[in-house]
């Protein structure tokens, strides 16, 4: 069982994930520079006819380290498009060789581009060397750094979703154009399957109280745990509405059945207060179409 601590660390994450994982980037990769500098700069200090200046291996490191932080949205947008599976290999296999080779041509790109600048700034001039030659040096290093990266994100993506316990459809159909259309005639789930480490549980539909859009995943709000979901919000509520879910702001959703009152602005907002003891946004966009809901039934 996660302890209270553990949770409230997953809970901070969950608020700001890609703030918090690109402060841990930006603490890896600056320690890795500093420590490959210092290993460049004491390989030279050992030719006495050494004239490298100290702040050349700096420069030549940091500007690889910031041009690679400056590609990693990029990297988890194309990771995130073309997971790693057991299926379609021919088609994942070539939209990553595809990957290597425009990660190394827009890091070269960058990492040049800021070496030139600083040396400019010194006084010098930077000479990259031959192109071709030059570029499939930095390529090898770039393809293996990409597979490296890959490899990981998949696997702490996967490590930290069973960790914090991640739900799924029961029996989902295959990610497919015509599975996605049938997933709109599906009717509902009774409930979701939640795999946490080495269990298994379900969580009822009815028991979810809000739905919350976090990236790529939409969190499912139950009794004051969360459970994150791979999917869209919108494909969410397509499978949910007939259960009563309803879309109150661009990146929530609320079980009508969960709603204990509701608060209308004069600015057009409002505010939705769940039994649980919650407080919802209610957008001015989404207002009349929530409100007609209700005032459409029956009394």
């Known amino acids: 069982m996660t302890s209270g601590k553990t949770k409230r660390v997953f809970q901070r994450f969950d608020q700001r994930p890609a703030l918090y994982s690109y402060l841990l980037l930006i603490l890896y990769f600056f320690i890795n ?25 700096i420069v030549w490191e940091y ?36 990957g290597t080779l425009v990660f190394s041509v827009l890091h070269v790109s960058i990492m040049v581009a800021l070496r030139e600048l600083v040396y400019y700034w010194q006084g010098g001039n930077y000479n990259f060397g031959p192109l071709l030659r030059e570029f499939f040096y930095e390529y090898r290093k770039d393809a293996w750094g990409y597979i490296w990266f890959l490899l990981s994100y998949q696997l702490i993506m996967f490590g930290y979703s069973r960790l914090k316990g991640e739900a799924h459809q029961l029996d989902p159909a295959e990610d497919t154009v015509e599975a996605s259309a049938l997933q709109k005639s599906q009717k509902a789930p009774e409930h979701f399957l939640v795999k946490k480490l080495d269990k298994e549980f379900l969580i009822r539909t009815d028991e979810i109280e809000w739905l919350e859009a976090s990236g790529n995943y939409v969190n499912l709000h139950s009794k004051g745990r969360i459970y994150p979901l791979r999917a869209t919000l919108s494909s969410t509520l397509d499978l949910l509405s007939s259960k009563g879910f309803s879309r109150i702001h661009r990146s929530l959703a609320v079980n009508h059945n969960a709603i204990e009152s509701i608060r209308y602005d004069s600015s057009g907002d409002g505010d939705i207060y769940l039994k649980c003891g919650k407080q919802l946004s209610l957008s001015r966009r989404y207002k009349d179409a929530f409100r007609a809901l209700f005032t459409a039934q029956p009394q």
């Open 33 to 57: 520079a500093a420590i490959n500098a210092s290993s460049v700069w004491m390989e030279h200090r050992r030719d006495p006819a050494n004239s490298l200046s100290l702040w050349e291996p």
């Open 63 to 98: 500007s690889s380290a910031i041009s690679t932080l400056l590609l990693c949205p990029l990297l988890f947008y194309w990771f995130n498009r073309y997971p790693l599976k057991l299926v379609s290999f021919r088609r994942q296999l070539l939209a990553h060789l595809f």
